[in-house]
T-cell receptor, first 114, second 113 residues
Framework: GENVEQHPSTLSVQEGDSAVIKCTYSDSASNYFPWYKQELGKRPQLIIDIRSNVGEKKDQRIAVTLNKTAKHFSLHITETQPEDSAVYFCAASPISGGYNKLIFGAGTRLAVHP | NAGVMQNPRHLVRRRGQEARLRCSPMKGHSHVYWYRQLPEEGLKFMVYLQKENIIDESGMPKERFSAEFPKEGPSILRIQQVVRGDSAAYFC???????????FGPGTRLTVT
């Protein structure tokens, strides 16, 4: 079955710096790659996603890149702010016929220091 | 995503009791997924349902766990004879029929004493 590896497990940056989180997946049939942000005690929130027909997607300070050949994808956060501090999860899924079974990475705890 | 509702938000059960967790998907969403998150861990898929159908329950423990999504009313995740290892946050998520953009509810935090 699908397996998703996520690195690093913790990341500490200064406010204003960039943060990069990387994930690899095993199932070549995976075609949908969302990223979720989870603050302590809260629900996971979808922050950005990318489909396999696109190599890069950007939304303000957040961008995601996908390398299908190497089976890895990355989240880039620029100009980090203290409110970016949270746990970030990547996920992969071979969507087919509306069936979207997300396989999550173990998470990255991001701390942004003022 | 505030439209996905779960209740109760917190549930305390003693070992051997039953736990019932409810999930109402966002309006217009007909697909429901349940995930479990153990403390300090990621989310693990449990089951995928559509109205009156269990599509994939490959992530559900074989015993004590069951799920349903009736024609009327919320989806229910039922855990019989709970044990301490069942203590976790249980999240449901819903999506539109194309399956993209899965939105999560606030979760039910189950504590087994």
């Amino acid at each position: 079955g699908e397996n998703v590896e996520q690195h690093p497990s913790t990341l500490s940056v200064q406010e204003g710096d960039s943060a990069v989180i990387k994930c690899t997946y095993s199932d070549s049939a995976s075609n949908y790659f969302p990223w979720y942000k989870q603050e302590l005690g809260k629900r996971p929130q979808l922050i950005i996603d990318i489909r396999s027909n696109v190599g890069e997607k950007k939304d303000q300070r957040i961008a995601v890149t996908l390398n299908k050949t190497a089976k890895h994808f990355s989240l880039h956060i620029t100009e980090t702010q203290p409110e970016d501090s949270a746990v970030y999860f990547c996920a992969a899924s071979p969507i087919s016929g509306g069936y979207n079974k997300l396989i999550f990475g173990a998470g990255t705890r991001l701390a942004v220091h003022p | 995503n505030a439209g996905v509702m779960q209740n109760p938000r917190h549930l305390v059960r003693r070992r051997g009791q039953e736990a019932r967790l409810r999930c109402s998907p966002m309006k217009g969403h007909s697909h429901v997924y349940w995930y479990r998150q153990l403390p300090e861990e990621g989310l693990k898929f449990m089951v995928y349902l559509q109205k009156e159908n269990i599509i994939d329950e490959s992530g559900m423990p074989k015993e004590r766990f069951s799920a349903e999504f009736p024609k009327e009313g919320p989806s229910i995740l039922r855990i019989q004879q709970v044990v301490r290892g069942d203590s976790a946050a249980y999240f449901c998520a819903s999506s539109t029929p194309d399956g993209y953009e899965q939105y999560f509810g606030p979760g039910t935090r189950l504590t087994v004493t």
